[in-house]
């Protein structure tokens, strides 16, 4: 059986160190998760690349992980798999030009930052988010009306199927709304990342109403200073607990717990209908429904999941894990939590918006060793 394989020599690569103590509870934002068999930690794209090959040619399974920070992992031992922790991290710039690399262990956050200090524009709305380079494509991040499919030209993948490395153009990777072909199938490793980039220094076109009157925007699409956009972004997530701070409890999470789901345009009159028959038709007026595309309606999560009951803090003191403080759409360990005790509570709120409204939420972070 593969799970059963005998871990492969790794300690003659260069760039790999090889790492016994570490656990999964260490390397995530939930702060939960076993010791896994051996975390490998690769300084450079030539390190994963042959850490990797090697763990695949061997049969062993293997997680990859960047911040940590979208990951959800059991705490039961043994957890049978080799960690190959992403930690190549340079950037490159032309400023001329407004091409930006980062190999994938460069933390998001400074990636930002750097492109912004180089006067670049079309990162701005993505500040804050937690985690790597390299796991931007992953899920298509996305915050504050803007997307890694904006301005992500090309990835440099190795692909695990044919252990070949080859730059990749971003309309392979299926970007959609949290979604690449990447997320829930572990076939490739991205190694870099490459962004098209404004170079007047403006921001992408704001998109998103709160951040839109927060600048004082006069008109939907408005451009701004990238930098003062930053700002405001960074504010507005910090007062949702949308910023990575060590002792916060509001932020040891995977950030949104569900994605907004997306349904046809009669589920969504239904649920409308359902709205006004339990809660009145102001609440009914007042439903988030957004256009996605062919019919489709993009609902709120985090409005159902209020809509359904679930206060912030719920369950309420004492629960190890519970709902964000300063927003419903995060489920957090308030430091003590098991990964059973947030799964429990992910099922928790799950079915109770599937009670009363007849959504079923999908979770958003990507499950090692438990499942909804
Ligand atoms: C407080 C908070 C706020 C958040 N806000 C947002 C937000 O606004 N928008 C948003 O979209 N997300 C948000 N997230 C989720 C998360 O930060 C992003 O999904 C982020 O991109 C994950 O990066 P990571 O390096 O931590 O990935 P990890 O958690 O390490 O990994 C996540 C998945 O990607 C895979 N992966 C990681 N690196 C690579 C790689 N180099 N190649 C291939 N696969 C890889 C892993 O195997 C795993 O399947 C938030 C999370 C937190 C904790």
Redesign the pocket.
């Known amino acids: 059986m593969a799970d059963s394989s005998p871990t492969p020599v790794l300690n003659d690569i260069d760039g790999a160190v090889l790492d016994e103590q570490t656990t999964l509870a260490d390397?995530?934002?939930?702060h939960v998760g076993a010791r896994p068999r051996l975390t490998v930690r690769c300084r450079t794209q030539d390190a994963?690349v042959e850490t990797v090959r090697r763990l695949d040619a061997a049969g062993v399974p293997l997680?990859?992980?960047?911040?940590?920070?979208?990951?959800l992992v059991a705490d039961e031992e043994p957890l049978d798999l080799v960690v190959v922790l992403?930690e190549c991290a340079g950037v490159s710039v032309e400023e001329d030009t407004g091409l930006l690399r980062a190999e994938?262990?460069a933390v998001?956050d400074e990636v930002v930052s750097t492109s912004l200090a180089a006067g670049l524009g079309g990162l701005e709305c993505?500040s804050?988010?937690?985690?790597?380079?390299?796991?931007?494509?992953?899920?298509?991040?996305?915050?504050?009306g803007a997307?890694?499919a904006d301005v992500l030209t090309r990835v440099r993948?190795?692909d695990r199927e044919t252990g070949e490395v080859s730059w990749v153009p971003a309309s392979a990777l299926d970007l959609s709304y949290?979604y690449s072909n990447?997320?829930?199938t572990?076939r490739?490793?991205?190694?870099e990342a490459e962004f098209q980039l404004r170079t007047d220094g403006l921001s992408a076109p704001l998109r998103f109403g709160e951040l839109a009157r927060r600048l004082g925007a006069s008109s939907a699409g408005e451009r701004r200073p990238a930098a003062e956009v930053r700002e405001v972004v960074l504010d507005l997530?910090r007062g949702k607990?949308?910023?990575?701070i060590p002792g916060d409890h509001d932020?040891?999470?995977?950030?949104?717990f569900f994605t907004n789901p997306i349904v046809p345009a009669q589920i969504a009159d239904s649920v409308q209908d359902k709205v006004r028959r339990s809660l009145g038709a102001e609440e009914a007026e007042s439903m988030p429904r957004f256009p996605a595309g062919e019919g489709k309606v993009k609902l709120s999560a985090a409005w159902l999941i209020d809509r359904a009951g679930f206060d912030r803090g719920y369950p309420g003191e004492g629960a190890p894990a519970r709902l964000s403080t300063r927003h419903t759409l995060?489920l957090t360990n308030r430091g003590e939590a098991s990964t059973g005790d947030i799964v429990a509570l992910a099922r928790d709120v799950r079915d109770g918006v599937n009670r009363a409204f007849g959504v079923r939420l999908e979770p958003?972070?990507?499950w090692?060793g438990c499942s909804l």
């Open positions: 390397l995530t934002t939930f994963v997680l990859v992980v960047g911040g940590g920070s979208n990951l992403i994938a262990g998001w993505l804050g988010i937690p985690g790597s380079a390299g796991a931007t494509p992953v899920q298509n991040v996305g915050a504050y997307e890694i993948l190795l949290r990447l997320k829930f572990a490739a490793v991205v190694l997530r607990g949308m910023v990575l932020t040891w999470s995977a950030g949104s995060a958003e972070p990507i090692v």
